[in-house]
C-alpha cells in the first residue's frame, strides 16, 4: 500500500487539481510535514469555502423562483434593463426564462461581474435559457418619450419577445403595470433572484456591445471605457466636440453642450 506521504508534491498537486483528494486523504496528508503538502491543504480548504459560499448565494438567489415553482408556474421569467443613467447611446432590456435545474455558481449583478465573467455567462445564460428576449430603444427614440418610458418600453418588448409566455414575472425594483401575467417587482432584484440577474448580464453586455460599436466611429468620447456614461473625460469632449448622433440631447449635460 502506497502511502499519500510517498507522493511527491507535484503528484499530490495534480490530485488535488483532478478532485481525487476525499476527506481521509486530506486528513492523512494534514500530518505530513513538507511545506508544500500544507500549501496545497491550505489551498484546498480556502477553495472549498469559496466554493461552499457561491453555493449558498445561489440557494439564496434561486428562494422567489422555488417558491413559484413550488406553487405551480412552471415558466418564471426575470427582467432588468441596463443603460438608465447614460449620456449617449441605448437602453437596453432583457427577460429571461431560465430552466428549472439551471445553476450557474457565480451569477450575481452584472455590475459586480468582470467583463470577462459577464461575457461567458452571457454565453452560458443564452444557451441554457428556456427563452430569452432583447429589446433595445436608441438614444432618438428617449429623447421623445423620457428614459423612465424608453425603459419600460423596452421590458415590455422583451416580454412579448418570450416563447412559452412567462407564468410569472420577478422584475428588478420598477413595476410594470401591463404585463401579461403576474409579478413582484423585488428591490435589487438583480442581487436577490437568478432570473433577474441572468436578465441583467444578458442586458448590460448586449449594451456594451452596442457602445464600443459606436465607439468605432466615435472614439473622442471613450464609448469603449465609459460606456456613455459621464466620466471627466466624457464632458470634457462634449464641452470641446459637441454632441455626437449618439447623445440624449434632453439628458442636462448634453443639452447644455448642444446650446
Known sequence: MIHLKQYS?????????????????LNELKSDNRKGVQKLIKQYERQRLQEQA????FRRMSRYEQALYAKGCHYIAGIDEAGRGPLAGPVVASAVILPPDFKLLGLNDSKQLTEKVRNDYFTLIKQAAVSYGIAIIDNQTIDVINISEAANR?????VDQLDPSPDHILIDAVPLHELP??????????????SIAAASILAKVTRDQLMKE????????????????????HLETLKERGVSPYHRRTFAPVRDAAK
Open 181 to 194: 401575467t403576474t409579478s413582484d417587482a423585488i428591490t435589487k432584484g438583480d442581487q436577490r433572484s437568478i
Open 214 to 233: 459606436i465607439a468605432e466611429n466615435y472614439p473622442e468620447y471613450g464609448f469603449k471605457s465609459n460606456m456613455g456614461y459621464g466620466t471627466k473625460q
Open 54 to 57: 457561491l453555493e449558498e448565494n
Open 9 to 25: 508534491i507535484a503528484q499530490l498537486k495534480q490530485l488535488f487539481a483532478a478532485g481525487h483528494i476525499d476527506e481521509s486523504w
Open 154 to 158: 423596452a421590458m415590455y418588448e422583451a
